[in-house]
């Protein structure tokens, strides 16, 4: 039994699904049963289809092993093995190596329990932390409500959460005194940032961060009661009406009035905005409370740029953040487009600090500081866009492999594995390697981001490129790379074990196409030549003539490579007779016993008696060569024996086999005593002087057949045949019945009676 698989590597999302089909070729001389599992994974994740594969012997069949990956299942490479298995042979099981390779993903998910908590200066939420991803988490968490009044301390600002697990955390809430109304919605956003560990940081690249959001209601109650508040309000009223009228005096006898709108001049204009912002700009003035709109105030703006190629870098995010009286806050953000650059807009006039960072990037500070302590502040100035220039921006190390296919064969096939970079300046190779047995190749520590390109050279092989972009710290696992080679010829001669044999069909096959050829039978006998086959490759000859056992034998060929055969022999087998019975008139004959003699027993059978195979026969099983008779046999015919030859090349011709009756006939006609007129109606009696059979004469729309008889079935011998008509003498007459033939007799009535 010989086993291939059509893939040795899986690569499989979580909770996803991935199939492997595997070949068996049934190298045994009975007819056999296998089937095949996976060892190194739980059976339940596992589905062979078929269960059972039925293979005669030199047959070929595919088992398909679909395999379903939980959500939960660890991520990394995970060696499995597939293992078939025979019903029936006495041999070992075969076994395959495949690595099933399960990509890693962060997903954290973040609730408040209980969602709405009452009280009047402090409330206590539970946070859950809930890791739904399958790598650890380092998970940050973080508040924010949007007047900014509230005060609030995580029991743990930081928390470590593997895979699975849900971690609790107490957040305490104190908001400013709330002293008369009704009771207040303070909400509050939570967020949680998660970061896969070191470990799995690079394996994961851009998504090895994750986010979630969780929305808490403060419902503050008042400090001061309902009644004593509508006191309160009648108090207000008669100050508040108060206060108008002293403010009224006050405009009345007072100068100009104090400005409460800033400037038109104070935005940034449409002109220093065109083609970088693109929105249109409000002319609104600025509200008194609550964040700028966007497109207003200041704008800066500039590029990112990779430390190793000098390209632009897209996707990294761009926090604007200025020093306040609680320390440095994010006032806002922005993402680089795909060339690199990025415009922070909306700033109020002032100093800030630009912070880059990105999953699989180092974080750096405008203007390449690695901290906060060497960042240079930028300046947002009204109605200007403020250029920030270039920061370059160093992304983590990454890993670029895959698998080399040499297709079908069973030697061993390295190839050399060269790496270059397209961007920047030099495109001298950053690495090379050899794949290993299995056609393996792995590129660690490749500086990123940046365009590479590939190139695989083998002994034999054509030479083959790929290219590819990596991002920082990513992880790029490449598509297979097949190796294509020249076409290869197989050559050898077919015997019977003394001499050269000619009309022996030689096939072969390989993804489905069918290689064939024939061994003469005149000229070169016996010998053989397959061209056109695609190498690498391993191949099964099959050797097949009629009237004689077929053989296989295995050919590898290497890249663009020939191979002659060492001489196969066939075997002699067994071969058949087959043929039709009919009678005389062509009639098939069912029922009839056919037997073939020769043998040391022998063999016997009986012709259909109905359907399209009527009268048909085959013996099988008769050793060739040989020399035979078959004789047939049927009531009421007469047997028949044939010689039959078998020379165990050509393939037997039909026997066509007629059977003549056993039996004969008598016929005539009788006439009235003018010899003219014919007796219709007479009665015919005949008998052998046991057995009597009568008839009459017939009427017939045939002048000829008037007065005509006819008696059938009767055995070979002497008759007497009486002729009987009502006012008519009898008349009698004896005649000779012959096997298989119609005697014909007339008779003439005589008058009286």
Same mark, same amino acid.
């Given at each position: ?400 492999? /895959? ?119 005149? /000229? ?63 009639? !098939? ?32 099983? !008769? ?72 008839? !009459? ?57």
């Amino acid at each position: 039994m010989r086993v291939t698989a059509d893939k040795r590597l899986l690569d499989v999302a979580p909770g996803g699904n991935v199939d492997v089909c595997v070949d068996v070729i049934n190298t045994s001389d009975i007819i056999d049963g296998v089937s095949a599992k996976l060892v190194g994974i739980d059976h339940a994740h596992v589905t062979a289809r078929p269960a059972v594969l039925p293979l005669f012997p030199a047959g070929s069949g595919r088992v398909t092993l679909s395999v379903s990956v939980p959500a939960s299942y660890p991520a990394g490479s995970h060696p499995l093995t597939i293992e078939v298995s025979s019903h029936t042979a006495s041999g070992p099981p075969q076994h395959v190596d495949v690595d099933m390779v399960v990509a890693p993903y962060a997903q954290v998910q973040l609730q408040t329990r209980p969602g709405i908590q009452r009280g009047r200066r402090r409330v206590t939420f539970t946070l859950e932390i809930t890791n739904r991803g399958n790598v650890p988490l380092d998970v940050t968490l973080s508040c924010a409500d949007p007047d900014r009044s509230l005060h609030y301390r995580f029991g743990q600002p930081s928390v470590h959460v593997d895979a699975g697990q849900v971690v609790r955390v107490p957040l305490t809430v104190r908001a400013p005194r709330h002293f008369f109304g009704n009771e207040l919605d303070r909400p509050l956003t939570l967020h949680a940032e998660a970061m896969a560990t070191e470990e799995h940081r690079a394996k994961l690249g851009e998504d090895a961060g994750a986010r979630d959001d969780s929305l808490a209601i403060m419902r503050q109650r008042p400090m001061i009661a309902r009644g004593l508040l509508t006191a309160l309000v009648l108090v207000s009223i008669i100050a508040l009406w108060a206060g108008a009228f002293l403010f009224g005096l006050s405009k009345v006898f007072g100068g100009d009035p104090v400005t409460k709108a800033a400037p038109a001049s104070f935005f940034v204009s449409q002109s220093a905005l065109k083609g970088l912002v693109g929105q249109t700009v409000s002319s609104a003035v600025l509200a008194k409370g609550g964040p700028l709109p966007p497109g207003v105030g200041g704008v800066i703006a500039g590029k990112v740029t990779s430390v190793g190629t000098g390209a632009g870098v897209g996707r990294i995010v761009v926090e604007a953040l200025r020093h306040s009286p609680h320390g440095l806050q994010l006032v806002t953000s922005s993402a680089t487009q795909a060339d690199g650059s990025y415009a922070v807009i909306g700033l109020f006039p002032g100093d800030y600090l630009l912070r880059f960072s990105a999953p699989g990037y180092h974080t750096v500070w405008y203007r390449s500081a690695t901290s906060q302590a060497g960042a240079q502040t930028i300046t947002a100035k009204p109605q200007l866009v403020t250029k920030a220039g270039g920061t370059p921006i160093r992304g983590f190390p990454a890993t670029i492999s /895959g698998t080399v296919d040499p297709g079908q064969t069973t030697a061993k096939v390295r190839t050399v594995v060269v790496i270059r970079p397209l961007t920047g300046t030099s495109n001298k190779p950053v690495a090379r390697t050899v794949t290993d047995r299995r056609g393996n190749y792995r590129f660690t520590n490749i500086p990123a981001p940046a365009d590479y390109q590939l190139s695989f050279t083998t002994a034999g092989y054509l030479a083959s490129t790929i290219t590819d972009n990596v991002d920082g710290g990513q992880s790029r696992f490449e598509p297979i790379v097949r190796l294509s080679a020249g076409n290869g010829t197989v050559t050898g001669i077919v015997t019977d074990g003394t001499k050269p044999i000619g009309g022996v069909t030689v096939s072969t096959s390989i993804d489905g196409k069918t290689f064939s050829t024939g061994t003469p039978t005149i /000229g070169a006998v016996g010998h053989y030549t397959l061209t056109g086959l695609p190498t690498p490759g391993t191949y099964i000859l099959t050797f097949s003539r009629d009237a004689a056992s077929s053989t296989t034998t295995t050919v590898d060929l290497g890249p663009g490579g020939s191979t002659t055969v060492k001489t196969v022999k066939l075997i002699g087998g067994t071969n058949a007779v087959i043929g039709t019975v009919t009678d005389a008139h062509g009639t !098939l004959l069912g029922g009839a016993t056919v037997t073939v003699g020769g043998t040391a027993t022998p063999i016997s059978t009986t012709t259909l008696t109905n359907g399209t195979g009527k009268g048909t026969f085959t013996i099988t099983g !008769l050793p060739v060569p040989g020399n035979y008779t078959l004789t047939v046999s049927l009531a009421g015919f007469q047997p028949t024996t044939l010689p039959v030859h078998l020379d165990g090349v050509t393939a037997p011709k039909p026997l066509p086999v007629s059977l003549s009756s056993a039996l004969g006939a008598v016929a005539g006609i009788v006439q009235q005593p003018d010899g003219i007129t014919p007796s219709i109606g007479a009665t015919i009696s005949i008998t052998d002087g046991s057995n009597v059979r009568t008839t !009459l004469t017939v009427d017939s729309a045939d002048p000829a057949a008037k007065g005509s008889y006819t008696v059938v079935n009767l055995p070979p011998g002497h008759y007497s045949i009486t002729a009987t008509h009502d006012g008519y003498s009898q008349v009698t007459a004896l005649v000779d019945v012959v096997a298989g033939s119609t005697q014909h007799l007339d008779l003439l009535l005589r008058p009286g009676v």
